[in-house]
């Protein structure tokens, strides 16, 4: 397919997901401790920090969301047009760092509890080694009983 296709299908007619997914945004070293992530998808009401651009150091919480263009519009940051009145400033989201998560949507506080998939990784590779050295052991065993039953079945006595 021609590159111009291909972006369109991803930007342009991308499904709910996918835009979900560009909406996203890194959160602050504390929260990473706390859920063992690395970014979230920004939500209205979120705290947040602008870290590049015209903007930098400003913080906030959230106002609007344009899935459309993947911006975030600030409270507080407004801008003065020629006539006189304010309109809202949208932001980029990869401009911006998490600093405090809305937690009233229960949805989202399940998702941020959940695992990594690293450490469901782990954990199953754990797992396994568990239940190789299981089988090995039972394979021993196995192997110590037949020899126990040949030895019983030649001299009619148990050892």
Do not use: F
Not at 18 to 32: H, Y
Not at 85 to 107: A, G, P, Q, R
Request: one cysteine or more.
């Amino acid at each position: 397919m021609k590159p111009t296709k291909i972006r369109n299908q991803r930007i342009y007619r991308a499904t709910n997901q996918t835009t979900n997914k560009q909406i996203c945004a890194p959160i602050s070293k504390d929260l990473r401790k706390k859920y063992s992530r690395r970014s979230i998808r920004i939500m209205i009401n979120d705290t947040v920090k602008v870290i590049r651009g015209e903007y930098n150091g400003l913080t906030g919480k959230v106002a609007k969301i344009s899935l459309e263009n993947n911006t975030v519009a600030i409270e507080g940051n407004k801008k003065e047009k020629l006539k006189g009145e304010k309109i809202d400033v949208y932001i980029h989201s990869t401009n911006m760092i998490i600093t405090s998560l809305n937690t009233d949507d229960k949805w989202r506080l399940k998702i941020l509890e959940k695992k990594p998939k690293s450490e469901i990784r782990s954990m199953k590779d754990e797992a396994k080694k568990k239940d190789d050295v299981k089988s090995a052991a039972k394979k021993k065993d196995g192997v110590k009983s037949a020899a126990k039953k040949k030895d019983i079945s030649k001299n009619g006595v148990k050892k």
